[in-house]
């Protein structure tokens, strides 16, 4: 994305105000270190050290902000780091490029681009192919948590003080437990869907896991409107007009990416502690982010002719023709700010950007009331 997150003061910030009700004087909000999990929505590096021959680390991967590719499946910088540039932080290690203590004094990014909320055993008793499904789960990055915590403090006592004084992204998670068997052509009713509770289940355990470690403010993300990308756009083409709304997404996709969330959103509202001292749950609606600037994409700086379209990808109709289509060859847009899509199934940085605003300072966060009390 050409542009950058203009971070002024009365952006503190949605995500980060629950911490002004917990151990801080009202009006302050304060964070020391930012970890995030999930998947490559947030991954900033950890996948690319384990391929390091892949297309992400080759141009016009990291082209708009950082010049050089990164690792980042986007153009430039993701959501999470807008939240660090937000909680004016450094940009958090990946946590298989860290090596000692001081490569985490900011946190770590433990996303792997690829993973799964479940096992990927689980998947490999589907009769998967796990060539593209890496074994990073969500309970492998916890585990790795545990170690950064551990290099990090001796003690338990440090530990917690270090959980109850940072901010924790858990996720977006659950997105690639449907996207393999999908690009699998397995059956959407009898594998696909059925795996929603599960996938539901292992994010309240992975909250339940933080919030017994010690972790005051966890910011959960819900799925992205699936049938807005560009990919899935390619894959589930129809011809008949009722199987799209208006904006031209496939409906019955973003029906299941909204039975999703009405899922996490239910389970966030039954385990969230109703002692805010205890911790604080925020749900981040990425999906009403990026369904906002499909539908009004001219609204926010984005082109409505190419709102459904990949700015990286291989031609046909979305630019989109296999997944992940982007590389030094593909047919890539003049101006990726005025795009969504970046390959296909990543956003842009400009998209990124949008979202992580309406996280940071609303309305794409519950409970909204917690802004107020960063603006005392």
Not at 164 to 172: A, K, P, V
């Amino acid at each position: 994305m050409a542009s950058s997150l203009v971070v002024v003061l009365p952006l503190l910030l949605l995500v980060v105000c629950p911490y002004a009700a917990v151990s801080y004087p009202a009006g302050t909000c304060r964070y020391t270190r930012l970890f995030s999990l999930g998947d490559s929505l947030t991954d900033t590096g950890n996948f690319a050290s384990l391929s390091p021959n892949g297309s992400v680390l080759a141009f016009p991967y990291g082209e708009t902000f950082f010049r050089r590719p990164t690792g980042r499946f986007c153009d430039g910088r993701l959501i999470v780091d807008f939240i660090a540039e937000a909680l004016k932080l450094p940009l958090s290690t990946p946590f298989l490029l860290g090596k000692t203590a001081e490569d985490f004094r900011a946190g770590a990014n433990l996303a792997v681009s690829g993973a799964t909320a479940l096992s990927q055993q689980l998947f490999k008793d589907m009769g998967l192919d796990l060539t593209i499904l890496p074994p990073y789960s969500l309970d492998v990055q916890l585990e790795w948590l545990k170690r950064v915590l551990h290099m990090l403090a001796p003690t338990g006592p440090e530990r917690q003080e270090i959980m109850s004084s940072s901010l924790f992204l858990l996720g977006e998670i659950g997105f690639n437990d449907y996207n393999h068997p999908f690009f699998q052509n397995r059956s959407f009713t009898a594998q696909i869907r059925p795996l929603l509770p599960k996938v539901i289940k292992k994010i309240e355990n992975a909250t339940k896991v933080l919030i017994g470690l010690g972790a005051k403010t966890i910011v959960v993300p819900g799925v992205i409107p699936m049938g807005c990308a560009p990919r899935y756009l390619t894959i589930f083409q129809s011809n008949d007009p009722g199987d799209y709304d208006a904006a031209g997404c496939i409906r019955w996709l973003n029906d299941f990416a909204e039975e999703h969330n009405r899922a996490l959103r239910h389970m966030l509202d039954y385990i969230r502690p109703r002692d805010p001292t205890v911790a604080v749950v925020v749900y981040a609606d990425y999906y009403g982010a990026i369904l906002e600037i499909t539908r009004s994409p001219q609204k926010h700086g984005f082109r409505k002719d190419v709102a459904l379209t990949a700015c990286c990808g291989d031609g046909g109709p979305h630019n989109s023709g296999k997944l992940i289509a982007c590389n030094a060859t593909s047919i890539l847009c003049p101006d990726p700010s005025r795009h969504i899509s970046w390959d296909g199934i990543h956003l842009t940085e400009a998209a990124y950007q949008f979202v992580a605003r309406g996280v940071l300072d609303g309305p794409y966060a519950a409970p909204s009331s917690i802004l107020s009390k960063c603006r005392r």
